[in-house]
């Protein structure tokens, strides 16, 4: 079983920062592409960014400039740091992490928990 596990989220005034982490542990044998993705009530979940295992990295277009996403294999960790926060920021933050399992063959999805993130104006 592979486990995620976020933190950094709070409260943050508008325009202000937050770094986000999200530690994956359990039977992995290798992690590929991991993401963070957000949810704000009354609306579905949506992608804020991913990263392959190499960097490569894919931005959603609101946060293109402000928000930059990061790993490091070694720790099995994805970071969110985000920069100009805005109102509409508020959500709950989820990462993703897209995982072959310890004794499989196949890569399977796993969530973390969410970390909520709320931003006052």
């Known amino acids: 079983q592979v486990q995620l596990v976020e933190s950094g989220g709070g409260l943050v005034q508008a325009g202000g920062s937050l770094r986000l982490s999200c530690t994956a542990s359990?039977?992995?044998?290798?992690?590929?592409?991991m993401g963070w993705y957000r949810q704000a009530p009354g609306k579905q979940r949506e992608l804020v960014a991913t990263i392959t295992r190499g960097g490569s990295t894919n931005y959603a277009d609101f946060v293109k400039g402000r928000f930059t996403i990061s790993r490091d294999n070694a720790k099995n960790t994805v970071y969110l740091q985000m920069n100009g926060l805005k109102p509409d920021d508020t959500a709950v933050y989820y990462c993703?992490?897209?995982?072959?399992?310890?004794?499989?063959?196949?890569?399977?999805?796993?969530w973390g928990q969410g970390t909520q993130v709320t931003v006052s104006s």
């Open positions: 359990g039977y992995i044998f290798r992690i590929n592409a």
């Open positions: 993703k992490s897209d995982t072959i399992a310890s004794g499989t063959s196949y890569e399977s999805h796993y």
